[in-house]
C-alpha cells in the first residue's frame, strides 16, 4: 500500500509529509554548506583550507545528541521534541547567517546541529509508533526519498546562492521553511510518549559526549586549532580513556544508552567497525571535491556545485541495484570488493588536473557515487539485519550516531592530512596546493582501502534475503 494513501488506522498522510520534509532540511543542510566553504572564508578572512570547523562542529554535535533523541521524545513527548528540534534549528540558521566571525559561525552551528540531530530520529520514531508494521517499510520508503534529494539540491542550490546572492542566504532559506514546519508540526505530529520512562543514564552519556569531543577535537586540532603536539595527545588520551569508562559503566548499570549484550551480535559489531572506518575516508569527499574544484582548478561556486551532480544521480540509480547484488553474491563479497572500488575511486582523484576533460572528470564523479551508493547501503543493513525488535532501536540510534560521528572524524581527519601535505608542498601557487590535494585524496583512498579488511570477517552466508531496508540517516 502507498503510504500516501494509508488505511484509516495507519498514520495520516500528513505525517509522512513532515516528517519527510524534516528529513530533507537535515540533508539539504548537511550539503549546501560545501561549496560555499571558499567564499565563507573570504568574507571572514579566513583560508579557505581551513574551515573544516564548520561541518565538523555540525556533525559532531548531531552524534552527540542522537543518543539521548529517543530518551527526550519518551520524556516530553514527540510533538514538542519535535518543535523544539525546528525552534533550535531555525534560530541555529539565523545566528549562522549573521556571524562575522568563524568563532561565532562555529558556536551557531552546534546550535543548528542541536535541532538537527533530533529532527530525523523523534519523526521516525513518531512513524514507528503510529505506522502498522506492514506498512512500516513502505512509509520509511517514502521518507527517505527526500533525504536522497537533500544531497542532489545542496552543492547546487549553494554554489547557486553564493555566486548571486551571499553565502548568508544559505542559513536564511531555512527560516520560511522551518516556520512552516513549526506550524505544521503543532497540527499534524502526535504527541507519542512511552508508558514507562526509565532515567536518563547521565553518567552514561557524558562520558560517551566526552569521548567523542575529545578524539574529535585532537584531530581537529592539528588542523584547524593549532593545537600543539602535547595538547593533541592530551586529548586523544582523555578521549579514548573517557570511551573506556563508557563501557565499564555500560557493563555495571540496569538501563545503559547502549547495552552491551548489542555488540555479542557479529554483523552489528562488524558493519559498526567497518561504518567508522570506511565513512572517515569517504564521509570526506563532499568537502574535499567543492575545494578542489574552487580554490585549485578556478571553478565558481556554481559550477563546482553542479559537478556534484553526477555524484547524487549515480548514487540514486544504484540503489535498485544493491538488493539483486547482495543476494546474489552475499554481504562479505560485496562489502570487500565494493570497498576496495571505493578507495580506489576516491584515490584517483589524486590524478585531477585543470586541463582534464570534462566528460573524464564526470565518468569519475559518477563511478565514485555509484560505489559509495552501494557502499552505505550494504553497510547499513548487515548492521541491521540481526537485530530483533528489542534491540533495534537502540541499534539503529547506535548506527546513526556512528554514521555522523564519522562524518565528523573524516572531515577532521582530512583536514589534518590536507594540513600536513600543504605544508610539505607549499600553498603559494594554485598548482603546490593542487599537489597537497592530490596527495590528500590518496591517502584517504588507502584509509578507506584498508577497511575492506573488516568486512572479510562477515559470515560468508550472509545475503539479502529481502528487498533492502530503507536507511536509517541521510548520509547515503
Not at 505544521?184 to 504527541?191: E, G, K, L, T, V
Not at 582534464?356 to 552501494?374: E, M, R
Request: net charge positive; aromatic share 10%; glycine share 10%.
Amino acid at each position: 500500500m502507498s503510504p500516501a494513501r494509508s488505511t484509516p488506522g495507519g498514520p495520516p498522510r500528513s505525517l509522512l509529509w513532515l516528517v519527510a520534509i524534516g528529513f530533507f532540511m537535515q540533508t539539504l543542510d548537511a550539503t549546501i554548506i560545501n561549496t560555499a566553504l571558499p567564499a565563507m572564508a573570504s568574507s571572514l578572512g579566513e583560508s579557505p583550507l581551513r574551515m573544516q570547523s564548520v561541518v565538523v562542529s555540525y556533525a559532531l554535535t548531531m552524534a552527540m545528541l542522537i543518543p539521548a533523541s529517543g530518551w527526550l521524545a519518551d520524556r516530553f513527548g514527540t510533538r514538542r521534541v519535535f518543535l523544539f528540534a525546528i525552534v533550535l534549528f531555525v534560530a541555529g540558521s539565523v545566528l549562522c547567517a549573521m556571524s562575522r566571525g568563524i568563532g561565532p559561525l562555529v558556536a551557531a552551528r552546534v546550535i543548528q546541529g542541536m535541532g538537527g540531530a533530533l529532527l530525523l530520529p523523534v519523526g521516525r520514531l513518531a512513524l514507528l509508533r503510529s505506522v502498522p508494521r506492514a506498512e512500516f517499510l513502505a512509509a520509511m520508503s517514502f521518507v527517505a526519498i527526500p533525504g536522497l534529494v537533500g544531497p542532489l539540491l545542496g552543492p547546487t542550490l549553494g554554489g547557486w546562492l553564493v555566486q548571486y546572492a551571499s553565502w548568508h542566504w544559505i542559513f536564511l532559506i531555512n527560516v520560511p521553511v522551518g516556520l512552516v514546519g513549526c506550524v505544521a508540526a503543532y497540527r499534524i505530529m502526535p504527541d507519542l510518549r512511552a508508558p514507562i520512562v526509565h532515567r536518563f543514564d547521565s553518567l552514561g552519556y557524558g562520558l560517551l559526549a566526552f569521548g567523542m569531543v575529545a578524539v574529535s577535537l585532537a584531530i581537529d586540532g592539528v588542523s584547524g586549532l593549532g593545537l600543539r603536539e602535547a595538547g593533541v595527545f592530551v586529548l586523544l588520551i582523555f578521549g579514548f580513556a573517557s570511551i573506556a569508562a563508557y563501557w565499564l559503566h555500560a557493563v555495571r548499570r540496569p538501563y545503559p544508552l547502549f547495552e552491551p549484550a548489542l555488540f555479542g551480535i557479529p554483523t552489528l559489531s562488524i558493519g559498526l567497525l567497518g561504518n567508522l572506518f570506511c565513512r572517515l575516508g569517504s564521509g570526506c569527499m563532499p568537502f574535499l571535491i567543492p575545494l578542489l574544484l574552487q580554490v585549485s582548478m578556478g571553478y565558481s561556486p556554481l559550477r563546482a556545485g553542479m559537478m556534484m551532480l553526477p555524484i547524487a544521480l549515480a548514487g540514486m540509480a544504484m540503489k535498485s541495484f544493491a538488493t539483486p547484488l547482495i543476494t546474489r553474491f552475499g554481504y562479505r563479497r560485496v562489502l570487500v570488493v565494493n570497498t576496495s572500488l571505493v578507495g580506489l575511486a576516491m584515490a584517483s582523484f589524486a590524478f585531477a588536473t585543470p586541463g582534464q576533460p570534462l566528460a573524464l572528470h564526470v565518468v569519475q564523479l559518477l563511478v565514485f557515487g555509484a560505489v559509495n551508493s552501494l557502499q552505505f547501503t550494504a553497510m547499513n543493513t548487515i548492521t541491521l539485519k540481526d537485530l530483533d525488535g528489542s534491540m533495534a532501536s537502540a541499534g539503529n540510534s547506535l548506527l546513526s550516531m556512528v554514521q555522523m560521528l564519522a562524518m565528523s572524524l573524516g572531515v577532521a581527519v582530512a583536514s589534518a592530512v590536507l594540513a600536513g601535505y600543504t605544508g610539505i608542498f607549499g600553498s603559494a601557487t594554485p598548482l603546490a596546493t593542487l599537489h597537497a590535494f592530490e596527495a590528500t585524496f590518496a591517502s584517504m583512498g588507502l584509509i578507506t582501502l584498508a577497511s575492506a579488511l573488516i568486512f572479510w570477517n562477515l559470515p560468508p552466508e550472509a545475503r539479502a534475503a529481502q528487498p533492502a531496508q530503507p536507511e536509517v540517516s541521510g548520509q547515503g
